[in-house]
Every structure is written in C-alpha cells, then in structure tokens.
C-alpha cells in the first residue's frame, strides 16, 4: 500500500495534514501548532518518505528498519516521493539525518502518549565510542551520520546580472532585490504583506521569520524602487493582504506560493543560463557582501535573522579579502624580519 499525503485548506490556508496512520496523523496535528507552516509540510513529506520505503507498521519498525532506510536513501531513493528534483540523483547526508530526525521526534511522541506497545524508540542515537564505557555502558556516541559543516556559495556579478537581465516583470525583480540585497529567505519573502515594507523609514518587517522570530531590518533603495514599481504598475487589486500575489491566469490576485516563486526563479535560471543561482544562494551572497563591506558581525546576524552568531561566523571565511588583510595585518606585525631579527618568536 502506498501512503499520500492529504491536505485540507480553510480559507487559503493550510488546516490539516495527514496521511490515514492513525499515529502518523495524530504526530502531524500535534505538531501543527508547535512549528511554522514550512516545517510542518516538510515533516510530513519525511514521514511520507519513511513509511512507504519501511512497507510496514510504524509500531513494527526497529533498528534494522532504520539503518535499511538510510541505504535506501543513499543508493536509491524513490523519485516519487522525493519532493525537490534536484534529490533525484541521490540524497546528501544532511537530508538523510532531518529525515532521521523526524522520524525519532514522531516516536518519542508515540513513547510519551504511552498507549502504544512501543518500549524504545527504533532510530538509534548513534554509535557506541570504542573504550568510552561506564558500568559496561557506553557513555558516548557517535552520530548515525556525518554532515561537515559547509560554507555558503555565493553568485559571481556575472552570472547575477545575467540573472537579473532575465526577469520579465516588476514583481520578479522585487522578489529577487529582496533576498540579494536584504537577505531575506524565499519564505519570508513570499510571507511579507503590504504593511510590511515602510518606504519612509526603508525598513522591512520580517513577520514569519525562521523559527517564528520577528525582525525590522533595512533595505536598500533599489529593492524599495523595485517594490513601488510593482505596486504602482503590476499588482492586480486583490483583498489579501500579501504583497506578492499572482499577476494572471485563473489564479490572478491570490497569494504567490513558494513553489511558484521556486518556478520562476527555475525558469529565468534555464533562461538566462545561470544554473548556480537558487534564492538561498541570493540570500548567501548578500550576507557575504556585507561583511566584505564591513558591517559588524553583530549587525549582519541581526540582518539574517540568525538566532546563533555560530551562524553568521560563517560569512568571516567567504570574505577572502577582508580575511587576508586581517591575516596581514597581525602577521606582519609578528613575523617581519626587522621586527624579529629574522627569527620565530
């Protein structure tokens, strides 16, 4: 039997999800209200994912069941549940391990409520450490599996101006303006409502941030100019407070969705052949520019919305030039001949 994930939408927006496993759905509308809408999807297309590759009862599954899933994912994932195309060819260890993630948050859920005949849960916390013992137990674990931790890519001028020559209307440059030159994600954007943007001030506030944290933050003058454009020539008269709706078809006037945003941008990526840019990547450059510029580490998490400034450490090592003139700077100072009499202090 092959499980579907079912929506229902009240008034335009997402009320339910569920997938006909009594557990399974009674986890989805526990967690409805404890994450952002974003997230909930993406749980329930984890658990979608999990339960058609497992072809059994969640309350059978066990260890043996976990590790044969994380081979599947690696070797052959099943392209009909795979949400995101570019997965087809194989899944990375990061997405492997949200999925594990998912799967162990739904059984400690199932543990708690405590009417199920489940007695642990079956996704292992990881690996013993060899020798790391205590009473003849392990006291430390390795995890399941390993995700080095990457650096952003950022977008060249070239291929971004390529980009930008490529985009058809006024909404579409807003849109585009909003995630490279105030770093916002593709999510934030398509949740921002016309209230949102003060022309005055050349503020946005970010609503629905990520993890549901607000925040005011600047903008520059050409996303400003691109987003008055919009309003004052494309943007049909719609009653939805959102400010990017959609411009034509039977759908005229309703809200953008972020699959539609994700359409266009895979639409003037193929035609403007510039396949590195994704709205992340907009995202990544701007947050990289900034830092080049100068603006403090504190500053740029408060501009990124990063709740850790672990977070925004990261942009210290795409800023080549400003890393090496710092490198110089205290180098020169320790390790020149004259200073050292040609000697290691």
């Known amino acids: 039997m092959t499980y579907r994930l079912h929506r229902e939408f009240r008034e335009g927006k997402l009320h339910r999800l569920w997938l006909d496993i009594p557990e399974v759905d009674a986890y989805l509308e526990f967690i409805r209200y404890r994450c952002r809408p974003n997230t909930w999807v993406s749980h329930a297309y984890d658990l979608q994912i999990f339960v058609n590759a497992v072809s059994k009862s969640v309350l059978e599954v066990n260890p043996t069941d976990i590790f044969t899933f994380i081979r599947q994912q690696r070797e052959t ?3 009909s549940h795979v949400r995101n195309r570019s997965e087809v060819s194989g899944l990375s260890n990061r997405t492997i391990k949200r999925r594990l993630s998912t799967i162990s948050t739904l059984y400690s859920y199932l543990l708690v409520r405590g009417d199920t005949p489940l007695r642990s849960n079956p996704v292992p916390r990881g690996l013993p450490v060899r020798g790391q013992s205590w009473n003849g137990q392990c006291n430390k674990v390795t995890p399941l599996l390993r995700t080095p931790r990457t ?3 950022v977008l060249e001028s070239e291929e971004l101006n390529r980009f930008l020559r490529s985009l058809r209307t006024q909404r579409d440059r807003a849109m585009i303006f909003l995630m490279l030159f105030g770093g916002l994600r593709k999510a934030e954007v398509i949740a921002l409502t016309l209230e949102d943007v003060h022309f005055g001030r050349r503020t946005v506030l970010v609503r629905q941030g990520k993890g549901g944290h607000q925040r005011l933050i600047p903008i520059a003058s050409m996303a400003l100019r691109a987003v008055a454009s919009y309003l004052a020539e494309e943007r049909p ?8 709706v959609v411009l034509k078809g039977p ?3 309703c809200p953008l969705s ?3 945003l994700d359409t266009i941008v895979s639409y003037n990526r193929q035609k403007a052949g510039t396949p590195r840019v994704q709205c992340h990547r907009l995202r990544h450059t701007c947050l990289t520019r900034l830092r080049e510029a100068g603006m403090s580490l504190e500053a740029l998490q408060a501009q990124a919305g990063h709740r850790d400034i672990n977070s925004t450490r990261n942009y210290l090592h795409l800023c080549q030039r400003h890393f090496q003139e710092e490198y110089l700077r205290v180098s020169n100072a320790l390790f020149l001949p004259e200073a050292s009499g040609g000697t290691v202090q």
């Open 77 to 79: 994932p099943n392209t």
């Open 151 to 153: 650096l952003p890519q």
């Open 237 to 244: 008269p719609s009653s939805v407070p959102q400010l990017f």
């Open 251 to 253: 759908h005229k006037g």
């Open 258 to 260: 972020i699959a539609g």
